[in-house]
């Protein structure tokens, strides 16, 4: 390669990364609506086809901003429910697996603010659909071993999911921080009853697992 | 007054009323986006003045008739919970009152398809938040006449009501309208454990209740 060749060619997945990590910190910073494609290209260091050969619009880079949060949130909460654990605390810890990092709920509340919500609320449904399965694996691990009971795991699974995932997600209900305590207290009483558990198995268990509080910001991604 | 008046004089909530029928009904035939202000004053017959009296814009528009779906909703759910009624029918009566009519449904369809997805999050919480005091007072009835047991009522309520109005709007889990009758029977599956009532209570009263079905549409509105 000549040495004065000015731009490095680098394998696309590794250019789509930067892009996404640029588009990323210049959302939350300075703000998705005066942050321009320009703004991103300079940031990179790139030329425009580059970028559009991997994103059509804006838009675009949100949706894949979304969507890799959602892929990461899946992978963490698959690993942990691969690992060898009884499933009451394995089931607290996929859903603490589940929470958003701060840089994600930043860019949650910034899709807020713009009247981006529908990147919001694609958030929270595909971090339903990723949980799903990998929790339902999880309670049927419980049964086996005794300490879920319950014909409908997967409904079960889908109602505890969406409520926290829209009752504690204070970019949804806004204005009702204060109800947080509350609902989660009445979600892990809700998912003890549902999964019939023994009374207080959860809330016990929680005391040693960072557990369903992570579900505030499991939606919170982007 | 002069015959030769051409604007007729009407009281300010009437006018309104018919400023958001004209708008609703334009949008879901003609399109939000393709409904201009102009075509909603040609509709109504009035000047740009009057509209801009009482909304400020498009937007403002659409805000108004999610929020008066909502009141309907909520008025109408209030009336059947004011009504002489054991609490278990009575449960699956004011669920059904909150169904949304089929012109907010295809509303709810416009707003999504147009990216106003804001909106149809917007009636979502309004109905969530319509109805949780209302069937809260429906539990506490049903728990002094013995059919319901929960030391939770709200939480309960707020759970349930939370879990239909997202898991059976199918503008919401788009594509997954064959998922609607497994969702459903989870639904009152989860109400009855919740709610503590004896075992298939709800199932069976809604054999003569216009029921949990009507939960499908509840958040349609707009």
Same mark, same amino acid.
């Given at each position: 390669?000549?040495?004065?060749?000015?731009?490095?060619?680098?394998? #696309?997945?590794?250019?789509? %990364?930067?892009?996404? @990590?640029?588009? =990323?910190?210049?959302? /939350?910073?300075?703000? +998705?609506? !005066?942050?321009?494609?320009?703004?991103?290209?300079?940031?990179?260091?790139?030329?425009?086809?580059?970028?559009?050969?991997?994103?059509?619009?804006?838009?675009?880079?949100?949706?894949?901003?979304?969507?890799?949060?959602?892929?990461?949130?899946?992978?963490?909460?698959?690993?942990?429910?691969?690992?060898?654990?009884?499933?009451?605390?394995?089931?607290?810890?996929?859903?603490?697996?589940?929470?958003?990092?701060?840089?994600?709920?930043?860019? #949650?509340?910034?899709?807020? %603010?713009?009247?981006? @919500?529908?990147? =919001?609320?694609?958030? /929270?449904?595909?971090? +339903?659909? !990723?949980?799903?399965?990998?929790?339902?694996?999880?309670?049927?691990?419980?049964?086996?071993?005794?300490?879920?009971?319950?014909?409908?795991?997967?409904?079960?699974?889908?109602?505890?999911?969406?409520?926290?995932?829209?009752?504690?997600?204070?970019?949804?209900?806004?204005?009702?921080?204060?109800?947080?305590?509350?609902?989660?207290?009445?979600?892990?009483?809700?998912?003890?009853?549902?999964?019939?558990?023994?009374?207080?198995?959860?809330?016990?268990?929680?005391?040693?697992?960072?557990?369903?509080?992570?579900?505030?910001?499991?939606?919170?991604?982007?």
């Amino acid at each position: 390669m000549p040495p004065t060749a000015k731009r490095v060619s680098k394998p #696309a997945s590794q250019r789509r %990364t930067e892009i996404l @990590d640029a588009a =990323h910190s210049l959302f /939350i910073t300075k703000g +998705i609506q !005066a942050t321009s494609v320009e703004d991103i290209l300079t940031e990179v260091g790139i030329a425009k086809g580059t970028l559009y050969y991997h994103f059509s619009s804006k838009d675009d880079i949100l949706r894949s901003l979304v969507e890799r949060t959602t892929a990461r949130v899946s992978a963490q909460a698959q690993a942990v429910a691969d690992s060898p654990m009884p499933a009451i605390p394995k089931f607290l810890a996929v859903m603490a697996a589940a929470r958003a990092e701060d840089s994600e709920i930043a860019l #949650a509340a910034e899709l807020h %603010t713009t009247g981006h @919500d529908e990147f =919001h609320l694609m958030s /929270i449904l595909g971090t +339903i659909r !990723a949980l799903t399965p990998i929790l339902v694996g999880v309670v049927e691990e419980g049964i086996a071993e005794g300490s879920f009971t319950t014909d409908h795991p997967r409904e079960v699974i889908e109602i505890i999911l969406t409520a926290a995932g829209m009752l504690l997600d204070t970019g949804i209900f806004i204005g009702e921080e204060d109800q947080i305590p509350r609902r989660t207290a009445g979600l892990i009483h809700a998912a003890e009853v549902l999964l019939g558990t023994q009374p207080g198995a959860l809330a016990q268990a929680m005391e040693g697992v960072e557990g369903i509080e992570g579900m505030q910001g499991m939606e919170g991604s982007a």
